[in-house]
Nanobody, 120 residues
Framework: QVQLVESGGGLVQPGGSLRLSCATS????????MSWYRQAPGKERELVAI????????SYPDAVKGRFTISRDNSKNALYLQMNSLKPEDTAMYYC?????????????WGKGTLVTVSP
């Protein structure tokens, strides 16, 4: 059974840092592209960081580039998001996503999210 479980969210002041984790099981982690998304109230879900399968090349949108860092530990089947210099506009539910193939069919899996609130 595939599981993605996010943790590490919470309340932080502007300028602060948080490290999110995503523990996974049930699929071949190192063969999947892993990413973090976020969704703020009333807004669409948006990509904040992606780590490609294999070598783990990463990419970020301009809104978080230079502040967020995605990393993965293939030995632990875990994904991380280090978030620094947090801003109130980073407040959102953060989700972990896995994209890959299973029996030749494209699949993607989502966690249930962890809430990040950036407020004084």
């Amino acid at each position: 059974q595939v599981q993605l479980v996010e943790s590490g969210g919470g309340l932080v002041q502007p300028g602060g840092s948080l490290r999110l984790s995503c523990a996974t099981s049930g699929f071949t982690f190192n063969m999947y592209t892993m990413s973090w998304y976020r969704q703020a109230p009333g807004k669409e879900r948006e990509l904040v960081a992606i780590s490609m399968s294999g070598g783990g090349d990463t990419s970020y949108p301009d809104a978080v580039k230079g502040r967020f860092t995605i990393s993965r530990d293939n030995s632990k089947n875990a994904l991380y998001l280090q978030m620094n210099s947090l801003k109130p506009e980073d407040t959102a539910m953060y989700y972990c996503r896995a994209q890959g193939t299973r029996d030749g069919i494209g699949v993607n899996y989502w966690g249930k999210g962890t809430l990040v609130t950036v407020s004084p």
